[in-house]
């Protein structure tokens, strides 16, 4: 069974991210060194065969770095962020001028809200790899939980510049924009995320709530039925489209999505109410 879990770490939106500083094709001989480098097995397997590798000992610093990355995501994927920590400790201090571990611990940083810790492995990240515009989304994503917004909106911009093609700096962006009640900006990152990715139901459901925060309900149903028409019953989209009906007709219009929705998912009320939505 391939090993997926290692592919999960906190932070669902750096998922991608993270994959990529680690999950790259590895080579054919790395393959032949079993479950801690092809991820084939159960994440015990996985964690098992990457100690285990560890235990016997290499002058291969790469290799070696790898498997604490992978065991930091193992840990990470059981929920033991404290272990994973640890892990990338080691990685760091194996190769000090390696930017993506600290990337990783960041990461894990941040998912235990140490956010001021999370923020120097990013300096330091940034420090030594300057382009690599994932260093800069994960940093204004920590600034963002810090409720630091200017620093966060610096940083996707950044984000955004290095990489004009990647639908999450905008996204990221478009969150901030909207906290800010920057609604015309945010509208305007919402868009360019559907032009990149018009088959994706998220980017017409956070356009939107912005729309509906707008008061332009009509754009806000027509982006709601999208995100429908992509995927079925998503909570989110229910909602918002229960939310359109209410407010353009009658009270009770909107009461057959809107028990759905929480049918679907307990508590999905709670999550728009942090969108700013009343």
Not at 12 to 23: D, H, M, P, S, T
Not at 44 to 53: H, N, P
Not at 121 to 145: C, E, F, P, Q, W
């Amino acid at each position: 069974m391939r090993f997926r879990a290692l592919r999960s770490f906190p932070r669902a939106a750096l998922a991608g991210a993270l994959l990529a500083a680690l999950w790259l094709a590895p080579a054919q001989a790395e393959d032949a060194l079993g479950p801690c480098f092809d991820g084939q097995g159960s994440v015990k397997e996985v964690l098992d065969a990457c100690a285990d590798f560890i235990a016997k000992g290499t002058d291969d610093k790469k290799l070696l770095i790898r498997a604490h990355s992978v065991r930091a995501m193992g840990f990470s994927a059981t929920g033991n962020l404290d272990a994973a920590l640890e892990e990338m400790d080691a990685a760091v201090a194996i190769d000090p001028e390696r930017a993506n571990s600290y990337f990783m611990r960041a990461a894990g940083y941040d998912a235990k809200q140490e956010y001021d810790k999370a923020i120097a492995d990013l300096d330091k990240a940034i420090t030594l790899k300057g382009d690599d515009g994932d260093y800069y989304l994960l940093r204004g994503t920590v600034y963002s939980h810090k409720g630091e917004l200017d620093k966060a909106l610096a940083d996707f911009d950044e984000k955004v510049r290095l990489n004009p093609k990647a639908t999450n700096g905008y996204s990221s962006r478009g969150d901030v924009h909207r906290q800010r009640k920057e609604y015309d900006l945010s509208v305007a990152d919402y868009t360019e995320v559907i032009t990149l990715d018009p088959e994706h139901a998220k980017g017409y459901i956070d356009r939107g709530w912005v729309f509906v925060l707008k008061n332009d309900l009509d754009k806000a149903g027509a982006d709601f039925d999208k995100a429908l028409e992509l995927q079925n019953n998503d909570p989110s989209a229910l909602v918002g489209r229960g939310v359109v009906k209410s407010r353009m007709g009658k009270p009770t219009d909107g009461h057959a999505d809107l028990a759905l929705a929480q049918r679907l998912e307990p508590g999905i009320f709670e999550e728009i109410r942090k969108l700013g939505i009343e």
